[in-house]
């Protein structure tokens, strides 16, 4: 018998002027440890958390 537990995934691609390089990602309240790729334009964010729609939540020092 497998796992029945579903894995969601996002990529978000934000601006690297607005997102800079420190910045958090968390999902539902908790902290996770995104894989990022950044050039001079934009930062791409890949993440996977356990199971369904979840609320993700990106900040940075310096934006609202």
């Not at 356990?50 to 934006?63: N, Q």
Request: proline share 6%.
């Amino acid at each position: 018998a497998g796992s029945t537990q579903t894995i969601g995934s996002a990529t978000i691609t934000v601006p690297t002027t607005l997102i800079g390089k420190n910045f958090t990602v968390s999902v539902d309240g908790q902290s996770v440890k995104p894989k990022s790729t950044s050039n001079s334009a934009d930062t791409t964010i890949k993440l996977e958390y356990a199971g369904g729609i979840k609320l993700i939540t990106l900040s940075a020092p310096g934006t609202p």
